[in-house]
């Protein structure tokens, strides 16, 4: 048996079916392990000093620190530090970097979604622990420094400060046992060390509320910074250490997730003092736009630049810019002029004077590095082109560093000039050999109207030799829903996995379209918070016919074999698109999906749940139309899924069946939502693949 049947006959022995001959049309000009072959980066992390930068790579589920270094002559030297190997499920990130720039520590193990330990590999002993590592970079073997995560080595270099359950543990850098510093009435998050080592603040989070506490090691004892019944995150500390700034939520700001809501109580910026907790709000967002606190892609919010201001982003336009206001308080000043564009990921310079950040201004399609100085001055953009650079870090010496992908060159860390945004891969021999890049096509960018004639953007990608006559389509939808599709290799993991299977699914023969949908980022907060979304009237819906129409009407497509595939929420659209649409829409993939708002939703039933909200979101879900349902669907899920519970997929089988609606379906024990082992990635792709073959390469008659 040839090597892709095999892997399909494989992924459909665990489905417990196994399609027949018809279902495979034509083998492609390379393999799914080929163009999910490149190694992809993430967790980019600058050092303090000695101007290095780490980066994990995720070489088809074996993943490695790597650690590029300047020489004397300028170039640049890149290596692997650890030297795992095996898909074994277990994620590495979470990189912390001792002050002098000698040793790496990281998080090996389990899920860094979070939740109890897993076993993907359905392991006979049981879950391995999840364990925070180091390693030196003189060549020294990788060594357990205790179990847990999400590790922070202090400004000082003495210790290391990690969570385990939730808790706050520390131990010595240089080996020794460790002890939990902290038996917190809450969760822990956020650590974060003051300039000089002495104190540690840290988020903790209750019953309803979340608040910011400031650990002193001298005098061993807790400060609290001006508790609230709010939630309070993402605190910064001054460069002098007196001072600790955080972002302040109020309460009831988000009460139901998935339905769309513009504006709030306003949130806030505070400024603390740590030794005594007082503190007082310096900055209040405007009521309407921009109240409610929406996030950059990255996990830090809060900046402390130079001239002592503070660096947050705010929709104030409608747009995530980023904007800066003094400490001590005054009106927000916006640094990311230019329009109607969203910044996605900021690194400030090590002077603090400067920003510099991805953003698609300009280019609404793609993401772009732009810098700008926090004083004044308009921004200033550092790479342009078909591609995407994203993920910006800047080393202590100054020198910029980024990820950056084209529509067939695959994701890789690089070195950016900061003269003329000149690009070096730091990895070039990690890209193997035989990877397709020649044989994948560009996606086109295209616009179409939804069925409400809203404008949505996408991807299309057309199969090499084109169609002679018309062919299949396939529509594929992201989840999030707060993601957007790009022309390039996706800077997340698995979205980068499932370009990858549009290109393979292109070079079958299939028109693709990856549709960037209302409730995703990219394109302003009226486009992310739509009126009727999702568990508030499932308005999504225009989009997937807005998309099924635009397939239609193009000639090389046969209307009768149009497809469609998502996951998460890409998953919801799948079965709302089945559920809705089967005149459409001929067969689905729908892994992970959400099928019944109800159950996702607790809060729905809530005492000060808007009236109705309940039955708006069942109306909303795809379970309350099953009657409509008539096209075949995949159902696919790992049953360790911490995103969306596993009873959503019984549910649906159990209405597929009262519905005699043809299914087949899919079960990963002991995997977590968003797949660990690149071999449940491959036997995904595969059914997935074998089952729109079946049901869609063959002329309907």
Known sequence: MPRLLSWVARAFVVAGVLPGPAAIARLPGFTLRQVLSAPFPSDLAAAPSSGSLAWVYDDQGVRNVWVADRQADGSIRSRAVTHYAGDDGGEIGQLSWSPAGRQLFYTRGGSLEGGPPVNPQSLPSGAPPQSVWSVALDGQAPRVVGHGNSPVVSTKG??????SQGKIWTAPTGGGTPSQLIHDFGVDSALAWSPDGTRLAFNSTRAGHAIVGVFDRAAHRIAWMA???DEDLAPVWS?????IAMIRIPAGADVIDFISRRQAAPWSVWVCDPNTGTGHAIWTAQPGRGSLMDAEVNDRQLLWAAGDVLVFPWERTGWLHLYAVSASGGVARELTTGGSFEVFNTTLSPDRSRLV????????DRRHLWSVAVASGAPRPLTHGSGIED?????SDG???AVRSGGRDPLRPVAVSRTDGTMTDLAPRAIPSDFPTSKLVQPKLVVFSAADGLPIHGQL???????TGRGPAILFFHGGPVRQMLPAWHPMDAYAFMYGFNQYLASEGYVVLSVNYRGGIGYGLDFREPPGFGAGGASELNDILGAARF?????DIDPKRIGIYGGSYGGLMTALGLARASNLIAAGVDYAGVHDWRALEPELFAPNAPPGAARLAYQSSAIATMDRWHSPVLVAQADDDRNVPFSQSIELAEALRKHQVKFQQLVFPDEVHDLLRAASWLTFFHAADAFLDQHLMQPVR
């Open 239 to 243: 460069p002098d250490g007196r001072r």
């Open 357 to 364: 950040y991805s953003a698609n201004s300009g280019d609404i």
């Open 391 to 395: 993920m910006p870090a800047m080393a």
């Open 551 to 555: 397939l239609d009407k193009r000639p």
């Open 399 to 401: 020198h910029l560093f």
């Open 461 to 467: 990608f057309l199969p090499p030799g084109g169609h």
């Open 158 to 163: 003495d210790v290391v400060a990690f969570l």
């Open 227 to 229: 508790p609230s019944v």
